[in-house]
């Protein structure tokens, strides 16, 4: 049974940082290398959207809202993928999502709440 459990979100003033962690258990040997990972947000009131993706190869997709502020990233040997939020604004408030999909099987976490306000 794959499992995504999210962590590191919390209240943040704007302009500060935050880093999200997404660890996968469940996956056997180097599979979660194959996986591509991703972070989705959903602010109240809207759509889930997606934030960025990464593939196995590393390389990534953003979103243009958040582009040149988050980073994704990830350690395959840890079965672990991050979110690096930087100078964020109070419209990045949302839950946000880890997200994984291989080969066609989607996997979703529970959400952590980032919250940026003054």
């Known amino acids: 049974q794959v499992q995504l459990v999210e962590s590191g979100g919390g209240l943040v003033q704007p302009g500060g940082s935050l880093r999200l962690s997404c660890a996968a258990s469940?996956?056997?040997?180097?599979?979660?290398?194959?996986?591509?990972m991703g972070w989705y947000r959903q602010a109240p009131g809207k759509e889930r959207e997606l934030v960025t993706i990464i593939t196995r190869g590393g390389n990534t997709n953003t979103a243009d809202s958040v582009k040149g502020r988050f980073t994704i990233s990830r350690d395959n040997a840890k079965n672990t993928v991050y979110l690096q939020m930087n100078n964020l604004k109070p419209e990045d408030t949302a839950v946000y999502y880890c997200?994984?999909?291989?080969?066609?099987?989607?996997?979703w976490g529970q959400g952590t709440q980032v919250t940026v306000s003054s």
């Open positions: 469940g996956i056997p040997g180097k599979i979660f290398s194959s996986f591509v």
């Open positions: 997200h994984g999909q291989w080969p066609t099987q989607v996997y």
